[in-house]
T-cell receptor, first 114, second 114 residues
Framework: AQSVTQPDIHITVSEGASLELRCNYSYGATPYLFWYVQSPGQGLQLLLKYFSGDTLVQGIKGFEAEFKRSQSSFNLRKPSVHWSDAAEYFCAVGRSSNTGKLIFGQGTTLQVKP | GAGVSQSPSNKVTEKGKDVELRCDPISGHTALYWYRQSLGQGLEFLIYFQGNSAPDKSGLPSDRFSAERTGGSVSTLTIQRTQQEDSAVYLC????????????FGQGTRLTVV
């Protein structure tokens, strides 16, 4: 069955520290991978996406993610976290034929300590 | 409009009543999606519209849920005889409809069934 797992439900980091949010997927075909961020009371905003090509993708707000096919992972990273990054982060996978029909992970809530 | 617009932003209804949730997609987007975000359940796909094709209803949880899209633009999600377990945030998204494209999400409608 297709699925996305975000092992960490809640993460707390200090402002200025580095961040890595984990995402593992189970998908039978070539995955199309996304990271979305949801701030309180807001909709989902796309941070970055991987469709093909370079396995290290850059996104908005200084985020990047690396696709590792051998590990079925698409972890999100940021070298230095800002207080405004506190939010919920969702990893998602879509099919090549319909990248809007997504399977989401359960989300990781990021708290940033001053 | 500039983004996906959903109304109302909040809806409180009594158990057993019917509700309608509205979504205005980004102009020109041919694909439209509804998702439900429940506490403890994450984000789940409900239904997908693409142009004039028959909708993909594979995610609708019961026959109390239905959706339509008029004129290839505005969509309405209807929940009949609401139950407390229907309480959730209902998110709408649209995309250009090409195979490799991202979905843009609205801010959602928070439905509370009392």
């Amino acid at each position: 069955a297709q699925s996305v797992t975000q092992p960490d439900i809640h993460i707390t980091v200090s402002e200025g520290a580095s961040l890595e949010l984990r995402c593992n997927y189970s998908y039978g075909a070539t995955p199309y991978l996304f990271w979305y961020v949801q701030s309180p009371g807001q909709g989902l905003q796309l941070l970055l996406k991987y469709f093909s090509g370079d396995t290290l993708v850059q996104g908005i707000k200084g985020f990047e993610a690396e696709f590792k096919r051998s590990q079925s992972s698409f972890n999100l990273r940021k070298p230095s976290v800002h207080w405004s990054d506190a939010a919920e982060y969702f990893c998602a996978v879509g099919r090549s034929s319909n990248t809007g029909k997504l399977i989401f992970g359960q989300g990781t809530t990021l708290q940033v300590k001053p | 409009g500039a983004g996906v617009s959903q109304s109302p932003s909040n809806k409180v209804t009594e158990k057993g009543k019917d509700v309608e949730l509205r979504c205005d997609p980004i102009s020109g987007h041919t694909a439209l999606y509804w998702y439900r975000q429940s506490l403890g359940q994450g984000l789940e796909f409900l239904i997908y519209f693409q142009g004039n094709s028959a909708p993909d209803k594979s995610g609708l949880p019961s026959d109390r849920f239905s959706a339509e899209r008029t004129g290839g633009s505005v969509s309405t999600l209807t929940i009949q005889r609401t139950q407390q377990e229907d309480s959730a945030v209902y998110l709408c998204a649209s995309s250009p409809g090409t195979a490799v494209s991202e979905a843009f999400f609205g801010q959602g409608t928070r439905l509370t069934v009392v």
